[in-house]
């Protein structure tokens, strides 16, 4: 940070204290890398204040142990607070779905009302005048609006309120298995992943488009020296996982250093240059050295060279000082070339011990996070205006034709600046389309406020899941903007973490909390929801049908408490078996084909269309469910001692029917069976036998329900209740099997042939070579394709780069108001600073 000249000198109490003056600025704004103002000082001429002489809000100070400031911004004013985004109610679109439909089948309930309060009126005025035992009355408003109501509450057990409890308790425990999974436990901090919200389980599983910030969450914010090549000979062993307490480990390296290898002048250079060629700080605590430098790399390359024996030690304004093979040599600072994204690295021009003048310099070659090929095209957007940003993008959109809006092996490269015009309402549609035809999109230095906006032009304009994932407090815009947001708990913090709705420690848990734990949630929860609307249709659409019957008289053909208890106890289990233990295919298998992610990805297993095929089929399944055993008591049957049966006769018929056949439809559903699928299924028709038994000798014990009793002992000796028993549900699922089964010979998809590879336990999934005889696998085929296919673009615009990538692996801040020169010229270590003094060029500031 830049101090002005003029204040340069005050840095005690008393010169502080007859300072006199104002400071002029613009009004707050989200804009990080501006800021306009003028300081007018007493006695002196206005001097302008420009960003360099802003500290924002959060900025933490290094080398130097205090500052003066005057704070400008405070409250919801900072340009933090200015980039925060509103705290939205997230919902999945699962969910949205599923309330959506409930909203139909309540409609589909008062149209089931008055579809029976007609058929009533015309069954009373055909047969009332005839039938002495029913009291005709007229029809007026008071009786049809009584009638309407007695159907409605005669209905309204349609409505699946209990899948709502059922859900919650669904989805807290997916999240439980999210925060107990030992394979996203940072063992080295003993952190595990966190589901800090449970509405969204099933979200991630399809997730389409993801959006990560890259310093901090995809490099972890720990720099170590790993690898080495000098001289074509390359030391250091690859590490599996990097932690703070990794050390460079070759002793090759030490040896052919002393052993004088042919390579040992050279090796000698190369720890020099990483002893030399830097702006870190030293910084004595007795006998230790810390260093303070301005990014995590510099640091982790002067700590490696610490490592291997050359240390360094004094920084002086013109010189630095290291320590290397038991002797201290001092190299001059002739000239420090400034390190940017142009140059991608930097260098120090330096006189050596022995009077020599050498050139050092490091930089890199490889954007490391691999989201760039080596020979995918790029198109870099880097403009200063509205109408040059307008003019490249609408030129790349021509360029690439018929691909636009495909995913093509491409790769859009924009800065913060031009993505301020590229949002603007004319230009964004075109800027969209150019960036969903890439494979990827690289945005340099935005703003969180940035980071939002962008997240949220794909989020409103293209219906596909995002996920948002970073590590800092300036990740925060977007994690909240996303349709799932992911904080990783690292070394910035806990604010993203705090804001996120899931919480891992290291980037690479986000592959398992998408593939495995995404993809079992989408499927469990989708199967809990439409087996719970199956259920629940082919239970109470029987009162409909009975209606026809009793003349649309309002009469139950169940006792009230086996109304009640149906989904509360007797089909309970089967949804909870599905949504908490059901698993499409095993965690080893979603893992090596990605591809099967893609299942759940599309949507295609849950929408509209699929929900109400399980509705018709649960229609189908009732009118079975209720006509058959109706036919076959049709002419009613005379029991042991000359009694007759009544209506619950046949009623306890349909429900025992009813439970037996939606419980074994969850086993048609069920695709990983396990002790807790066993229980669920047959544990609940064993539940209602023997509360059937119970509660046929209840009264007058208990005084509930007196027309039970006995009618255990009725229906079990009916011969026509164990034919039932095993004719009725096979007649309604047989259909169900018979289509699974064609669907699974005919119609194969992926899944199926990985199921099979499961179940056969063959190492090699072997795909069919022949597209007429498997045509899905041809799919499945494209599907694992690692990326698209290249794009063979002829592009008229100089904005894209063919060449091959270099990139910059230093997160090395660039063009400051302080030059890199300035900031070693700043220091002398070898000077105790006294106490209330900072270094004069980092004097002050203005503070948000």
Known sequence: MDALLETAEMQTEKQLSSLSGKIECEGPNCHFNSFTGTLHLNGSSPVPVGPEQVLLRGTQLKNTEWILGIVVYTGLETKFMQNSVKSLLKRSSVEKVTNLQILVLFLLLLVMSLVSCVGGMLWKDKHGVDIWYIVKKEHNTHSFGFDILMFIILYHNLIPISLLVTLEIVKYIQALFINWDEDMHYKANNVYAMARTSNLNEELGQVKYLFSDKTGTLTCNIMTLKKCTIAGITYGQSACSVTEAYEFNDPTLLRNLKNNHPTKACIKEFLTLLCVCHTVVPKRDGNNINYQASSPDEAALVKGAKKLGFVFTTRTPYSVTIEAMGEEFTFEILNVLEFSSNRKRMSIIVRTPTGQVRLYCKGAVTYSCKLLSGQMPRIQLNTDSLEATQEVINQSCQDLGTLLGKENDLALIIDGKTLKHALRSEVKKNFLSLALSCRAVLC?????????????????????????????????????????????????????????????????????????????????????????????????????????????????????????????????????????????????????????????????????????????????????????????????????????????????????????????????????????????????????????????????????????????????????????????????????????????????????????????????????????????????????????????????????????????????????????????????????????????????????
């Open 444 to 848: 340099c230095r935005l703003s969180p406020l940035q980071k939002a906006e962008i997240v949220d032009l794909v989020k409103k304009h293209v219906r596909a899941v995002t996920l948002a994932i970073g590590d800092g407090a300036n990740d925060v815009g977007m994690i909240q903007t996303a349709h799932v947001g992911v904080g990783i708990s690292g070394n910035e913090g806990m604010l993203a973490t705090n804001n996120s709705d899931y919480a891992i420690a290291q980037f690479s848990y986000l592959e398992k909390l998408l593939l495995v734990h995404g993809a079992w949630n989408y499927f469990r929860v989708t199967k809990c929801i439409l087996y719970c609307f199956y259920k629940n249709v082919v239970l109470y659409i029987i009162e409909l049908w009975f209606a026809f019957m009793n003349g649309f008289s309002g009469q139950i053909i169940f006792d009230r408490w086996c109304i009640s208890l149906y989904n509360l106890v007797f089909t309970s289990l089967p949804p909870f078996t599905l949504g908490i233990c059901e698993q499409c295919c095993s965690q080893e298998s979603l893992l090596r084909h990605p591809q099967l992610y893609t299942i759940s990805q599309t949507g295609d297993t849950f929408n509209i269309k699929v929900l109400w095929i399980q509705c018709v089929n649960a229609l189908v399944h009732s009118f079975i469910l209720f006509w058959l055993p109706t036919k076959m008591l049709e002419h009613d049957m005379v029991l042991q001692g000359g009694h007759t049966t009544d209506y619950l006769f046949l009623g306890n018929f349909i429900y025992t029917y009813v439970v037996v056949t939606v419980c074994l439809k969850a086993g048609l559903e069920t695709l990983s069976w396990n002790k807790f699928s066993h229980l669920g299924i047959w544990g609940s028709i064993a539940m209602w036998l023997v509360f059937f038994a119970v509660y046929s000798f209840l009264w007058p014990t208990i005084p509930i329900s007196p027309e039970m009793t006995g009618q255990v002992n009725m229906v079990l000796v009916c011969p026509y209740f164990w034919l039932g028993f095993f004719i009725v549900p096979f007649v309604c699922l047989i259909q169900n099997v018979m289509w699974k089964s064609i669907r699974n010979t005919c119609k194969r998809t992926l899944l199926e042939e990985v199921r099979e590879m499961e179940s056969s336990r063959i190492q090699e999934l072997d795909l069919p070579r022949d597209s007429e005889k498997s045509p899905r696998m041809e799919t499945a085929n494209l599907q694992k394709s690692p990326s698209p296919q290249p794009c063979e673009v002829v592009f008229r615009n100089n904005s894209v780069d063919l060449g091959n990538p270099q990139g910059s692996a230093f997160s090395q801040v660039e063009q400051t108001g302080i030059s890199q020169e300035e900031l070693v010229r700043a220091y002398d270590t070898t000077k105790s600073m006294p106490v209330g003094t900072v270094p004069s060029a980092l004097s002050e500031a203005v503070l948000e």
